[in-house]
């Protein structure tokens, strides 16, 4: 009954229900992970609705607190943990349509939630600007998408995740009978970073810019996956060669990049970069002290034209491997600096190649880090948690990306406030129910 009563509230051309639209707008890329598969490819929404207003979603809410209906709020639904799958139906909320550019300054960005990350990089190159940091995905994932969902990308390497200063505010929408609006600045913004959309609707988003770079990209070989690693972390921790991107895999990751078939060479770990033009001589006296090659470079003129490095690294090296090989998965992992040769080591004695390496460099409040996304060929859920099981037992980190629950991926969380934020802004616990353990605070990773 509260289907019909939705249709005659915001018109029929807004309500989608035909089951094709539905499905899509009930999923992301959570297929990524075997296991999410299994648990989410079943649920589906009621109907999606794509708002054009701020107004639009204020009568929503209101409609869904007076009849008691589940809201998912939903980018562009490129996140790999089924953030955005509604797991008890209910109504989707595609928020794509909100996706201005408010104002610019000269440091800072105002944007609504659904515009796309690449538009708004896009248009900040035009005007001498640029962001920070985006995700992999930044082509079609928005504003709003990356910062409930994601957590860091590509300028990491220089600027850190989003909790590093990268966010300056936020305008938030709570769940209640009468919603209210406010924004949110300073620690206060961690109570909506990286939750999935559970403790409010993102509505708008205030991020830094810096002057517009000329980024050159680079794909460079290294005859041992070794030597690939200790390039990547003495540039990382270069300081006068300005990079936006430092990612390192090894083969035969590689080999599934069909794209660069005709540029890569068989057997030969790699480095993608994107380094600033200024320090190409830098850059090319540390690729000879590895002994490394440099199998493609795309000058700054072509940068994002065309081919793009960054559409190989991060979790597009995942989406590769899935895509032209069998039972690939992945981990989120971050090895011991000092000890990241033995860890490598103990975990190649003991699984093989069912762990193939992925590094990405990044900064977490200001230290380097060799970040791990290490594609795991998969063979079973138990044995898919005996090797995470055996990583942390030698001091390897993992965030579990294989669960849809908040708090047990990773990241510390500060799980109890957002609980208490969460009971205070949906105090029905109609927004995007059900990926909020209900667990005690110290189960709670």
């Known amino acids: 009954m ?16 035909s089951e094709s639209q539905r499905e899509r707008l009930s999923k992301d890329y959570y297929w990524y992970s075997p296991v999410l598969f299994e648990e989410l490819k079943d649920k589906v929404a009621d109907c999606a609705v794509k708002p054009i207003s701020i107004e639009e979603i204020k009568e929503i809410v ?20 089924g953030q955005a799958i509604p797991l008890k139906g209910g109504i989707v909320l595609d928020l794509t349509k909100l996706d201005k550019l408010l104002e610019l300054t000269e440091s800072t960005v105002k944007v609504q939630a659904g515009m796309r990350l690449g538009a708004l990089e896009k248009t900040l190159r035009k005007q ?33 995740n989003l909790w590093d200063g990268n966010i300056i505010g936020v305008t938030v929408m709570t769940f209640e009978g009468e919603p209210r609006i406010f924004e949110v600045v300073g620690e206060e913004m961690e109570d909506y970073i990286h939750n999935y959309g559970t403790t409010g609707i993102v509505l708008e988003a205030i991020l830094p810019v810096e002057e517009k770079q000329e980024w050159t990209q680079h794909i460079i070989s290294f005859p041992t996956f070794k030597e690939a690693v200790k390039f990547g972390d003495e540039l990382a921790h270069n300081e006068a060669i300005t990079k936006r991107l430092v990612s390192v895999c090894e083969w035969p990751i590689p080999s599934h990049f069909h794209s660069l078939k005709n540029v890569l060479q068989d057997d030969k770990s790699i480095t993608m970069l994107e380094i600033e033009e200024s320090c190409l001589k830098d850059l090319q006296l540390l690729v000879d002290k590895y002994s490394g ?9 072509n940068y994002h034209k065309g081919l793009k490095v960054s559409d190989f690294t991060w979790n597009h090296a995942t989406l590769w491997a899935h895509k032209h090989g069998e039972n690939m998965t992945y981990l989120q992992a971050r090895f011991k600096v ?9 975990l190649r004695e003991k699984f093989g190649e069912e762990i193939q390496f ?20 998969y063979q079973s859920k138990e044995r898919l948690y005996e090797i995470i099981d055996f990583c942390r037992s030698i001091g390897v980190e993992i965030n579990d990306p294989h669960t849809y629950l908040l708090g047990f991926g990773g990241y510390n969380l500060k799980m109890e406030q957002i609980m208490k934020k969460k009971q205070e802004n949906d105090p029905f616990d109609l927004l995007n129910p059900g990926k ?10």
Not at 140 to 158: A, E, P, Q
């Open 2 to 17: 509260w289907l019909e009563k939705l249709i005659e509230l915001v018109g029929k051309e807004k309500v989608i229900i």
């Open 62 to 81: 209101t409609f869904a607190v007076a009849n008691k209906v589940s809201v998912t709020i939903r980018g562009a639904g490129t996140g790999n943990y």
């Open 128 to 160: 001498g600007k640029e962001l920070r940091i985006y995700p992999s995905t930044f082509m079609t994932s928005t504003v709003g998408g990356f910062l409930c969902g994601g957590s860091g990308g590509i300028g990491s390497i220089r600027w850190g």
């Open 293 to 301: 090659t440099s199998d493609l470079i795309i000058p700054a003129s």
């Open 338 to 346: 000092d000890q990241i040769f033995e860890q490598m080591d103990t």
């Open 358 to 377: 992925h590094f990405e460099y990044i900064k977490i409040k200001g230290e380097i880090t060799p970040a791990s996304l290490p594609v795991i060929l």
């Open 436 to 445: 909020i353990p209900v667990k005690q605070e110290s189960e709670i990773i």
